[in-house]
């Protein structure tokens, strides 16, 4: 509450003093203060918000931008020129009362408000739909019964915020969203990935992302483009599928959220590289796409289906209009699953692991923990110490990836003694042959083998 305080005098009292009347807090900023956690914005309803919006932008010297919330209703950014981060969102009210916007939101967290007495020390919070009750008992459940019909996206939304704050999904609305779940297919994959990554940046998730797979989720948002054409099932036995790849999930958030009990002492290396960026729920991601592309309908599997699964699942990975840099490093992750697989397999030694750190560098890491994710998945196995220590495959796995940051990593990133400028004046022609030279020399590199220049070159000759 006191993150408002401080607010108020500094933003709205210009508006105040030119007669806009009844603005309130809304939103996540007064169910923030109910939960007592760190308010990161705070969105404001009244009538006329056009004209707020003018008095404030003259008042602070501000940059004024439209934004797309809420369907059917004018909503204005005001940010201040000189911070970025201190901004307010003003939306025009919905209906003729509060109490008539309150019951077009979205959840009963969600819809209780706060009238800005510009005189009161303290504000008093208007909740007629009970939000502070649900909020007591931990508690999930929409506004009204068509809330899913009006923004079929608010369903994720709710699996969103179980995830964030550890709440249930109230009965009747898990209910309503198994109902309406088909409706996502109308919102572009852009809200969708947006709210999904939301999802997939909390620590514990697996068991919402297993929800929504129970109520239809994943089939409405990518089975519809790749496993029904022109009228014909290519993939029959989907519940398999999400069967599987649920599993793998649970034991990536399993491993992830026990780096240190499987990877000290290199645990902070892991994590450093994995908190960057989107890394973390591109990782995830992986887990949840990767097995659609597997074919049921057969029995015996070999490598290539890691091939095919592959292909399958950036087939899903572009509908979701992401960057450039998040497609390439899924690229990376969907199409070394059969290079992992091959390393899990190979002998425990040196230069197999130089070869796979050379081809992947810190990538490996993130290859190497869906591979024990799915060894888990494949055997069974109950994700714990004991189990760790006795799969060979995994021990291999695990001692790799120490070695990688204790000694492998200074090797690779070290530059190559040798180029392909260095190649021409040798006489080398440029092509396949100077890209395998290339390559060799590099392994004899990160095997300690070369060590200089003179050395390398001196290969190169021999080779030519």
């Known amino acids: 509450m006191e993150e408002i305080k401080e607010f108020i005098p500094t933003w709205l009292m210009p508006v105040r003093k030119n007669c806009i009347p009844q603005l309130y807090i809304v939103g996540g900023a007064v169910r923030d203060s109910v939960l007592n956690r760190t308010i990161s914005d705070i969105d404001i309803v009244c009538k006329n918000a056009k004209k ?46 509060i109490l008539d916007d309150l019951q077009c939101r ?9 009238l800005l007495d510009f005189n009161a020390n303290s504000y008093e919070i208007l909740d007629p739909l009970k939000g502070k009750q649900d909020i007591k008992n931990k508690i999930i459940r929409v ?75 994943w089939k409405a948002i990518f089975y519809k483009e790749l496993f029904f054409e022109q009228g014909k099932t290519v993939v029959k036995n989907d519940s398999q599928i999400e069967k599987n790849s649920i599993e793998i999930f649970k034991n990536c958030e399993n491993i992830i959220n026990n780096l240190y009990l499987l990877f000290y002492p290199c645990h ?40 095919q699964k592959a292909q399958t699942a950036l087939k899903i990975v572009r509908l979701m209009k992401l960057s450039g840099k998040d497609l390439s490093f899924l690229k990376v992750l969907m199409n070394g699953r059969y290079d992992v697989k091959c390393f899990s397999r190979s002998e425990n030694n040196t230069k197999n692991l130089i070869k796979f750190s050379g ?72 092509g396949p042959n100077m890209g395998s030279l290339l390559k060799k020399i590099r392994e004899l590199q990160d095997l300690g083998i070369i060590t200089n220049k003179d050395e390398a070159i001196k290969l190169a000759k021999k080779q030519n």
């Open 106 to 114: 979205d959840f009963t967290i969600n819809a209780m408000a706060i």
């Open 268 to 307: 902070k290396n892991i994590k450093k590289i994995l908190m960057a960026e989107n890394k973390l729920q591109l990782l995830k991601l992986t887990t949840l796409l990767y097995d659609l592309g597997k074919n049921y309908k057969t029995e015996c599997f070999s490598f290539y289906d890691d091939i």
């Open 143 to 217: 506004c009204r019964p068509d809330a899913f019909v009006s923004d079929p996206l608010r369903i994720l939304r709710a699996f969103r915020f179980a995830s964030e704050t550890g709440f249930d999904i109230d009965i009747e609305t898990r209910k309503l969203a198994a109902k309406h779940t088909a409706l996502i297919a109308s919102v572009s994959y852009e809200r969708i990935t947006y709210e999904l990554f939301k999802i997939l940046n909390t620590k514990n998730c697996a068991k919402n992302i297993d929800e929504l797979g129970k109520i239809g989720m």
């Open 52 to 97: 707020a919006v003018s008095i404030i932008g003259k008042n602070k010297n501000c940059v004024v931008v439209f934004l797309g919330k809420k369907a059917k209703a004018f909503c204005y950014r005001v940010v201040d020129r000189h911070n970025s981060n201190l901004f307010v969102d003003i939306t025009e009210m919905s209906g003729d009362t």
């Open 359 to 430: 081809k992947f560098k810190d990538n490996m890491v993130f290859l190497i923990i869906v591979e024990i994710a799915e060894i888990f998945a494949e055997t069974g196995l109950e994700f714990c110490l004991k189990n760790l220590q006795k799969n060979r495959k995994i021990d291999w796995l695990i001692k790799s990836v120490k070695k990688y940051f204790s000694e492998v990593k200074i090797k690779i990133d070290q530059d190559s003694l040798i180029t392909g400028k260095d190649l021409i004046k040798l006489g080398i022609k440029q």
